[in-house]
T-cell receptor, first 115, second 116 residues
Framework: SAVISQKPSRDICQRGTSLTIQCQVD?????MFWYRQQPGQSLTLIAT?????????ESGFVIDKFPISRPNLTFSTLTVSNMSPEDSSIYLC????????????FGDGTRLSIL | AQKVTQAQTEISVVEKEDVTLDCVYE???????LFWYKQPPSGELVFLIR??????QNEISGRYSWNFQKSTSSFNFTITASQVVDSAVYFC?????????????FGGGTRVLVKP
């Protein structure tokens, strides 16, 4: 399966600042996704990162708060904007190389803490 | 809308005991896919198995086995002779057909603690 590198692995940020998380894959993939995992909770899909076009956001998530880029088939970024303590979570990127019958493979995640 | 329910939030066993994780799903799709993922304390999410809705054959892989029953919308997972390294949070997940965008719906997760 694809090797997924996510940076940074963790960060501690100040309230009101923004952080950009990078997801790099070692091969071209069909789809890339961004998830949020709040402390002790399950994973919630933020958006599907579309190559060369605007991301598709899930209900409850908006582009102004979580802008996403995907300039090519191997790279995507998620920015968490104007952070508050409620944004403290693990953010995970996942990829799939085929249809919905193919498993999504996940990066190691970015552990984000907001002071 | 899709929904995945893992009723067990935490299971604690002693090493070598078997442990079964329950997963019940809801979907209107006739074609769908089910997955189990493992999240050890280090945090990464590891893919374990995938099942198609049209394939009800159950499977055994080493100490892991899966029981898919479409009639009861259940996709249960058993670890036989558990080991300390099996301690993790296990997530059941569901995706619909490609037209739905490959999106995964996760259950709430079951934390498994295997004590030596």
């Amino acid at each position: 399966s694809a090797v997924i590198s996510q940076k940074p692995s963790r960060d501690i940020c100040q309230r009101g600042t923004s952080l950009t998380i990078q997801c790099q894959v070692d091969s071209q993939v069909t789809m890339m996704f961004w998830y949020r995992q709040q402390p002790g909770q399950s994973l919630t899909l933020i958006a599907t990162a579309n190559q060369g076009s605007e991301a598709t956001y899930e209900s409850g998530f908006v582009i102004d708060k979580f802008p996403i880029s995907r300039p090519n088939l191997t790279f995507s970024t998620l920015t968490v904007s104007n952070m508050s303590p409620e944004d403290s979570s693990i953010y995970l990127c996942s990829v799939t190389t085929g249809g919905s019958n193919q498993p999504q493979h996940f990066g190691d995640g970015t552990r984000l803490s907001i002071l | 809308a899709q929904k995945v329910t893992q009723a067990q939030t935490e299971i604690s066993v002693v090493e070598k005991e078997d442990v079964t994780l329950d997963c019940v799903y809801e979907t209107r799709d006739t074609t769908y896919y089910l997955f189990w993922y493992k999240q050890p304390p280090s945090g990464e999410l590891v893919f374990l198995i995938r099942r198609n809705s049209f394939d009800e054959q159950n499977e055994i892989s080493g100490r892991y086995s899966w029981n898919f029953q479409k009639s009861t919308s259940s996709f249960n997972f058993t670890i036989t002779a558990s080991q300390v390294v099996d301690s993790a949070v296990y997530f059941c997940a569901l995706s619909g057909p490609r037209a739905a965008g490959n999106k995964l719906t996760f259950g709430g997760g079951t934390r498994v603690l295997v004590k030596p």
